[in-house]
Structure formats: C-alpha cells, structure tokens
C-alpha cells in the first residue's frame, strides 16, 4: 500500500517575542501532498473571481471591506472542501512565561516547545510527512533538526522515516502556509476580545461569524484533541 504523504505548513500571529499582546496563536494547516495541486487550483480560482491578483498573499491583517466576500468564500471554501486541515495553539497569556526559569534564559526554546505541542497533534505514525514553517519565524536550523528529533523519537520512528523534514519557507510562495496565517490571526483576533469591542472591523467580525458557525462553542471553549477539521488547544502558562 502507498505510504500517504501529509505537508504541514506553519505560521504564527501576535508573535511570542512581541511584548505588546499577551495572546499568541500558533496554527497549522495541512492536507495530503497529492491534493495540494487541487487545493492551490480551487484557491486561486477564487482569487481571480474577486480579482485579487495571483501574487497577493492570503493574510488575516488584509482582511476588510473591500476583500470580504473574497475572505468569506475563501473561509467558506476551507470547511466545505473536505481536503484541509487546520490545528492551532491558542496561548492566552505569554506575560507569564518565566525563560530563566524553563527555558534556560533561551525565549526562543518556548517557541520551539509550542511547535513541538501544535504538531505532535497531527502525527501519526501510520503517514509521512513534511513540514513547512514561515522563514521569518524559523531561522535556527540546529533548532528545527532538534526538533524534528523529539517529535520523531514520541512516535517511536528513531530513524526518522516518518518525519521527512521540517524545512523554512517563504510565506509568499504558498497559499498554504497564507492560510495558516489567515486563520491564526482569527483567533488571536478572537481571544483577545476584539470580536467584542465595536470599533473593532466589521469585515473581521464576519469571518469570525463564519468560522463560529462551522465550530460553534469550540471558538471560545476549544475542542477536542481528536478534532480533525479546525482543532484549537488552549494552552494556559502556569502562574509563578
């Protein structure tokens, strides 16, 4: 049997090392490598229904009354095509991390140990996979082997033949990892009460809206590890 191929591809909003939000979103989106071609097609069929030009990246911060219907229907489109997948992070509160303490003065290691919690819950040992992080937020190659370890060595694939390789990649040339960033600055848009404050963009509201219709209570509460369409784990840091 054809061993079957899963690409993973990473991005982040509200940055860890940015000090002025107290809530990062970490997200993950991923399909089977053989469907990516469908996936990019069905995508960028969109984009020249709404004119918005070929080079013009998928971005939570571009999202406004002038792109709405472009962003609803590419919202729309993520959970009716039944090929993606979305898994998330949702870290409420990283004033409180303590890197002298845990991290060995290093803030780049809890960077490192949130990845490996996004994506140890989308392995699984039975498929293959590659993974993608935005190059901007993924500079130490040290770091990302050492990683590819761990995750590797949970799964008991010593040799590493289930985690082909976790590789940077600019966000520009892939829809994928734009749609990870899409749907991470929903979230952080979410969880730190936005949605909620009037002046607030009413264009963002109503993919919000969208994505709440789809999940319903999840969108606050979480969901289930085992969720396979949009998966959020809300990671709380322990109060010192």
């Known amino acids: 049997m054809e061993e079957t191929i899963i690409d993973i591809f990473c991005d982040e909003s509200c940055h860890l090392k940015n000090k002025d939000f107290t809530v990062t979103v970490m997200g993950a989106v991923y399909c089977e490598k053989k469907n990516k071609p469908i996936i990019y097609e069905e995508i960028r069929k969109i984009k020249r229904k709404y004119k918005i030009g070929m080079q013009s990246e998928i971005k939570w911060t571009k999202v406004c009354n ?10 729309e489109y993520f959970f009716k095509s039944k090929l993606l997948s979305f898994r998330s992070i949702v870290i409420s509160n990283k004033d409180k991390v303590n890197d002298k303490k845990y991290n060995n003065g ?6 490192y140990k949130m990845y490996y919690l996004l994506l140890d819950g989308i392995i699984d ?29 949970n799964k008991y694939d010593f040799m590493q033949d289930k985690i082909d390789g976790i590789w940077q990649i600019d966000s520009k040339s892939s829809e994928l990892v734009q749609l990870a960033d899409f749907f991470s600055g929903a979230l952080a848009f979410y969880h730190r009460g936005l949605y909620d404050k009037e002046d607030s963009s009413k264009a963002k509201k109503e993919i919000i809206d969208i994505i709440s ?11 289930p590890r085992n969720e396979e369409l949009f998966n959020i784990f809300l990671f709380k840091l322990r109060d010192e």
Do not use: H, M, W
């Open 66 to 75: 002038s792109k709405i219907n472009f962003y609803k229907e590419l919202t």
């Open 213 to 223: 219709d789809n999940i319903g209570p999840s969108l606050k509460r979480g969901t």
């Open 125 to 153: 040992i039975k498929n293959k996979y590659r993974i993608f992080l935005d190059v901007e937020n993924a500079k130490q190659t040290k770091k990302l082997e050492k990683l590819q370890e761990v995750l590797c060595n």
């Open 106 to 111: 290093d803030p780049n290691l809890l960077y």
